[in-house]
């Protein structure tokens, strides 16, 4: 294979991507995993110097015009997650929500994450169709044996590189931190390799009872979206292996495409052109000058077989 080819052309070498999501979560300070929701969004995040990329459900769901309530099919989520792992070269976590419904799905889902170059798959523990964990009380859980059975179907058709992560949903569904601590124990037992406790709360003091309790039996996994003011200190301090900004790609995105929108009909393109990204800027961000070089080099080698 050619030295140096550009990312969105190098196929993903088998086990990598998961190897190198290990290692992150094996740090001794939290890494950030950005989250993304197509190729232009992981593109941006590495650039920004996210070592890892969560391709969350929510914002894949969002950019595609759907709700997080698993309006759009896996496949299409993996369709998203391909372009992900292609632009972004860096690992990437996927969101497989509840794995769309028996183990059967959920390894299916999980091979297929893995045949794409996909570094792992995160497993919430509800019920098919699962609504996002921010809207709304009804947040059914899943049978904790039922759950536990998916994890390790997952884990059966993959590699070992490959991380599974398993998210409970406990906290969120009111179901208490006892219960949160017994479901992330069963899911460590069945093979899950890091575990996401996820909460709601604007402050950390529930994550950080759980931390406390949980010790240092599977890697720790959050996603402080509505207890954002927490400082990286604090996460470093607990322990936590790894803090996924989730969603403010999208979010970010959605306030700058509304501006744009509302500046450009009130105003004009005169108005917008200042603060939207300049053309070169958008093309050096997409490699087209690596592609100009590739063409000028392929061009060469083409006139060596006219000329021969
Ligand atoms: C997502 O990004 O789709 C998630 C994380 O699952 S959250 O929306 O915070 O539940
Ligand atoms: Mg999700």
Request: a negative charge; one cysteine or more.
């Amino acid at each position: 294979m050619r030295e140096n080819l550009p990312v969105r052309t190098r196929p993903p070498a088998a086990g990598v991507a998961g190897a190198q999501l290990r290692g992150l979560l094996a740090e001794p300070e939290p890494s950030y995993l950005m989250g993304a929701h197509d190729g232009l969004s992981a593109r941006i995040a590495a650039e920004a110097g996210f070592p890892a990329i969560w391709a969350s459900g929510l914002c894949m769901s969002t950019i595609l015009g759907c709700r997080d309530n698993d309006e759009v099919s896996w496949s299409e989520l993996l369709d998203l997650t391909a372009r992900m792992v292609e632009a972004g070269g860096v690992p990437v976590l996927v969101d497989a929500d509840t794995g769309y419904g028996n183990f059967n799905t959920a390894r299916r889902f999980a091979a297929r994450a893995q045949r794409i170059g996909a570094a792992g798959i995160c497993v919430e523990d509800k019920v098919f169709p699962k609504m996002n964990s921010f809207f709304g009380e009804q947040h059914p859980l899943a049978p904790i044996g039922e759950f536990c059975a998916k994890i390790a179907a997952c884990r059966d058709c993959v590699d070992d590189e490959f991380v599974i992560v398993a998210r409970v949903e406990a906290l969120i569904a009111g179901a208490g931190m006892a219960e949160a601590l017994r479901r992330a124990e069963a899911y460590r037992e069945a093979g899950a390799d890091a575990i996401f406790i996820h909460s709601r709360q604007r402050t950390v003091e529930e994550i950080a009872e759980f931390t406390r309790e949980w010790g240092a039996r599977l890697p720790l996994v959050i996603a402080p979206t509505t207890y954002y003011t927490v400082p990286a200190q604090t996460f470093a301090e607990l322990g936590i292996a790894a803090v996924i900004w989730a969603n403010h790609a999208m979010r970010a995105s959605v306030a700058a495409m509304r501006e744009a929108c509302r500046a450009l009909r009130r105003d004009g393109a005169a108005a917008v052109e200042p603060v939207i990204t300049p053309l070169d800027e958008l093309f050096s961000l997409m490699g087209y000058p690596e592609l100009e070089a590739d063409q000028a080099h392929y061009s060469s080698l083409a006139q060596k077989w006219v000329d021969s």
